[in-house]
């Protein structure tokens, strides 16, 4: 069965029954929605417990050509690198649907452009030939670029144009990038293993190596292309915030790994200062910005600039341990801030605010359940040993000391300012006396809350406890990106 192939197209499927819904069925075209991203999680699932770990190549292959002149093809496949990616995706875009029941305004397009979004992530992660995943990672530009200009708060418009002007501009040099490796291959192609095989000069990598990550850092984003960020997480929808997070910065950090550091390590090598100090200002400013914050989604946003330097630093390290913490930590990165930003989704819609000194006054004793929630949220994402992100953190500093000395002792201070500013707002937020204001806040008690919750929180302690759910998949993949 061509498991890929079903996994991808899928959830445009979805988006075709949805267009001949009548808008009136909310519940009919909310619940195809649901459906489709549940089946889609249990195809991953299939994945996941199908594949065999102790092999480094790609598996679940499909390939047909598509055409000859140029030479594209529909290349699909999935190694131990993409399939956490995958699986990923998957388990946060049920989670966004679920966090979008309460969406009431063109109820229709939202849900059409989610699924068309699904398509398109996914497609990222397993497309195997360069001129599909151009395809699929502008595609996601689209759905993107509404969902934040429509459903989003004030300053939507803004923001979706920011985060297309910035997101095409990268994208330009991307493609650049891909068509001089078409051009200089021995012969001409886009087909990844293939160009794995080409031996490009030292000095061709590294012009290459500039056009690829001026397109994926900004997606990362890496300092200083991270401005787009945090006007598109403010201004977008706490669903569309999940998926941005949780999966979409994840492409920029894939990209770097799977094209950057596997078909241009020489181009890499020559550029590891530059990469170790980028790492180094992401984690140090994006952690010092985020402590200054007063809104709760431009704090988090900034903690994902801050944690996304963990995920450039391994990159820097090009070392089997490091590469394997940054696969970690893009999962449990994912999950963790799809969390926090559901949670701020719920307490926006009860107090109708999200500045830190307008909640601040023990609001734990109003809404324990999320205020607990909260909490546990929180304490993941400063990296609280049996968490996540803990163990994907002390991966990286333990595989990237060995070669880059100095910048991860700086990075390490990075998880002391997160701890900080962490502290400081839960302290704020929810502990002391009730502040009357907040008396009426109500706390969660719908399933399609409770769900969201539970799967994140639940991913993020279980791997936490036991990483090896993902590193003893990504490991052998990442020896062989490296030999």
Not at 27 to 32: A, E, H, N, P, R
Not at 198 to 206: K, L, S, T, W, Y
Not at 225 to 237: G, I, K, S, Y
Not at 410 to 417: R, S
Request: glycine share 8%; proline share 6%.
């Amino acid at each position: 069965m061509p498991w890929l192939s079903a996994l991808l197209w899928l959830p445009l499927l979805g988006t075709l029954l949805i267009c001949f819904m009548p808008r009136q069925q909310e519940k009919l075209i909310k619940g195809t929605a649901l459906v489709v991203a549940l089946i889609d999680l249990f195809l991953s699932l299939v994945l996941y417990f199908s594949y065999d770990n102790r092999l480094a190549g790609f598996q679940f292959v499909e390939k047909a050509t598509w055409m000859s002149s140029p030479a594209i093809s529909y290349h699909l496949g999935v190694d131990g690198i993409s399939l956490p990616m995958v699986i990923l995706t998957t388990f946060i875009f049920v989670c966004a649907i679920l966090a979008s029941w309460n969406i009431k305004h063109r109820t229709k397009e939202y849900f059409l452009l989610v699924t068309i979004l699904e398509t398109a992530v996914l497609g990222v992660f397993v497309s195997l030939d360069l001129f599909l995943f151009f395809l699929f990672w502008e595609l996601e530009l689209i759905p993107m670029y509404f969902l934040i200009g429509i459903w989003g708060s004030e300053r939507r418009e803004y923001a979706a144009m920011k985060f297309i002007i910035y997101t095409m501009a990268g994208s330009a040099f991307m493609l650049a990038g891909f068509l001089a490796m078409y051009f200089l291959a021995p012969s001409p192609t886009f087909d990844l293993v293939d160009l794995s095989r080409a031996g490009f000069a030292p000095q061709v990598q590294a012009l290459l190596f500039i056009l690829l990550f001026l397109g994926f850092g900004v997606k990362l984003p890496v300092f200083p292309f991270h401005t787009w960020l945090p006007d598109a997480h403010v201004e977008a929808p706490a669903p569309i915030s999940m998926i941005l997070a949780g999966v979409l910065l994840k492409m920029g950090g894939y990209g770097l790994i799977r094209i950057n550091a596997g078909l241009l390590p020489e181009g890499l090598k020559a550029f590891i200062p530059l990469l170790a100090t980028l790492a180094v200002i992401n984690v140090i400013y994006g952690a010092y910005v985020a402590m200054g914050q007063k809104d709760l989604k431009t704090m988090i946003a900034m903690s994902s600039v801050s944690h996304m330097g963990f995920v450039l630093l391994p990159i820097a390290a090009l070392t089997p341990v490091a590469l394997n913490g940054a696969v970690l930590e893009m999962f449990a990165h994912g999950t963790v801030s799809g969390l926090l930003f559901f949670l701020i989704g719920l307490l926006y819609e009860r107090a109708h605010t999200r500045q830190i000194p307008e909640l601040e006054g023990g609001l734990v004793a109003q809404i324990p359940r999320m205020g607990v929630a909260f909490i546990m949220a929180s304490m993941a994402s400063l990296g609280l040993p049996g968490m996540s992100q803990f163990i994907a953190e002390f991966m990286v500093f333990l595989g990237s000391y060995p070669v880059l000395q100095v910048p991860t002792i700086i990075a390490v201070f990075g998880i002391v300012l997160t701890a900080g500013y962490m502290l400081w707002m839960v302290k704020r937020i929810f502990y002391g006396p009730l502040n009357p204001r907040w008396s009426h806040l109500t706390d969660m008690g719908q399933v399609y809350e409770y769900i969201p919750l539970v799967v994140l929180m639940g991913l993020t302690i279980v791997v936490g406890v036991y990483p090896a759910l993902i590193t003893d998949w990504s490991h052998p993949s990442l020896m062989a990106l490296l030999r």
